[in-house]
């Protein structure tokens, strides 16, 4: 089941991010929420780098991972 969770980072928090991902063994995509919806792979420090990191982001993934998903859960935007 594909699950999806809205995230926001600063460049801070990137390094942490990727490095949560890379030790997943799924698949996991980070969409900018804003008009161009670019996707990169969430593994890639350069691809997420590139994400305007103003916007929202939506990750997209299939799998758990519980050290992945506590990065998420710190990652959510408030509100």
């Known amino acids: 089941m594909m699950k999806k969770r809205d995230i ?17 063994d799924f698949d996991i995509d980070v969409a900018s929420k804003s008009r161009n919806h670019i996707t990169v792979d969430a593994k890639s420090i350069l691809g997420v780098l590139a994400l305007n990191l103003m916007d929202q ?23």
Do not use: I, M
Not at 8 to 24: D, I, K, P, Y
Not at 57 to 79: C, H, I, M, S
């Open 8 to 24: 926001r980072l600063t460049t801070g928090q990137v390094r942490e991010f990727v490095n949560a991902a890379s030790h997943c």
């Open 57 to 79: 982001l939506e990750v997209t993934y299939n799998g758990y991972d519980k050290q992945f998903e506590e990065e998420l859960n710190r990652l959510a935007p408030a509100g």
